[in-house]
């Protein structure tokens, strides 16, 4: 079992930077892929980036944003630069214990955190 939890949201304006986090719980935190996820309201989650085998992010983010991990520590961050307010969204990170799924679904994941609110204003 592995538990998530994230921090770092809040309110900024558009330009601005935010960096989130995840804690996750769990002895074999380098052995799982993990992801994140945004959703805005009204919409379906959707994939932003993953940390595993490989690092891929959606096109949306690439160029702004930066996944990285931890393993000493068993976090995993997104920088997030050139915030638009089109990324306002609950940020969640998710786990999956195949550390070379690198995948944008969200059925490929087995843990979430509860997520974090970011809020871009124009």
């Known amino acids: 079992q592995v538990q998530l939890v994230e921090s770092g949201g809040g309110l900024v304006q558009a330009g601005g930077s935010l960096r989130l986090s995840c804690a996750a719980s769990g002895r074999t935190f380098s052995r799982y892929a993990m992801g994140w996820f945004g959703q805005a309201p009204g919409k379906e989650r959707e994939f932003v980036a993953v940390s595993g085998g490989n690092i891929y992010y959606a096109d949306s983010v690439k160029g702004r944003f930066a996944i990285s991990r931890d393993n000493a520590k068993n976090t995993v961050d997104l920088q997030m630069n050139s915030l638009k307010p089109e990324d306002t969204a609950v940020y969640s990170c998710?786990?999956?214990?195949?550390?070379?799924?690198?995948?944008?679904?969200?059925?490929?994941?087995?843990?979430w955190g509860k997520g974090t609110q970011v809020t871009v204003s124009s």
């Open positions: 998710a786990a999956t214990p195949d550390y070379n799924t690198i995948s944008r679904r969200t059925y490929e994941y087995a843990y």
